[in-house]
């Protein structure tokens, strides 16, 4: 194995990222992978020793990147009148939407393209089980540290639709993505979530 070089790891995933929604999982090759970062045959490879390695790096790059948009955004933010922390989940979780169903459209779609691939794929499941298991306990960690008063029961549920409405954004025509369209979908996302972690079954 090549000398840890996360730049370069990066880049290959990147790659990766652009071949999914330009080509579907099946275009996601090491030699396209090569050819698309501009590095010689036989880097992907070097890094991803099998096709499913290079579906699973490239699923944990698009986690990565949206972490840190989360952790960009809370840095920006502005903190809210009154400290009401669920007000604020709500913006977060809306600005979330339109960055990612904007600019970063391409990630999630790649990373839709992904979980569809999965239900052939076990170990792909697996991996991608575990990245998002690795986000709900960001996502709790993040709502902790800003001190948003989200109870972590709430999070799972968040995060699953969160998932549905980003997949109905991202799927959907990109004009459709505005302030007016998603800023309800992050009351229902966050009353939602709040109002499952209240649910006492009968």
């Known amino acids: 194995m090549p000398p840890a070089n996360e730049q370069r790891r990066a880049q290959l995933a990147d790659a990766g990222i652009e071949l999914l929604v330009e080509s579907g ?3 996601v090759t090491h030699r396209a992978v090569d050819r ?3 590095l010689p045959a036989g880097t992907a490879s070097n ?3 099998s096709r499913e390695a290079l579906l699973v790096a490239t699923a944990r790059r698009v986690v ?6 989360m952790a960009e955004a809370a840095r920006t933010a502005p903190a809210p009148v009154g400290g009401d922390g669920v007000r604020r989940t709500i913006d977060l979780i809306a600005g979330s939407l339109m960055l990612a169903a904007g600019p970063h459209r391409a990630r999630y779609l ?7 691939e999965s239900l052939r794929r076990p170990a792909l499941a697996a991996a991608i089980d575990e990245l998002m298991a690795e986000m709900a306990a960001f996502t709790g960690g993040h709502h902790a540290e800003l ?3 989200i109870p972590p029961a709430a999070i799972p549920p968040m995060l699953v639709m969160y998932g549905g409405a980003l997949f109905a954004l991202v ?3 990109a004009e459709a993505v505005t302030s007016q369209a998603v800023q309800p979908l992050a009351v229902a996302i966050v009353q939602g979530g ?5 649910f006492t079954p009968a």
């Open 171 to 173: 799927t959907g025509p």
């Open 194 to 198: 709040l109002a499952a972690a209240r």
């Open 47 to 49: 890094y991803f020793r």
């Open 110 to 116: 790649a990373i839709f393209e992904l979980r569809l």
């Open 36 to 38: 698309r970062a501009g």
């Open 64 to 69: 990565e990147r949206h972490q840190a948009d």
């Open 25 to 27: 999982v099946h275009g």
């Open 147 to 149: 001190g948003l008063g």
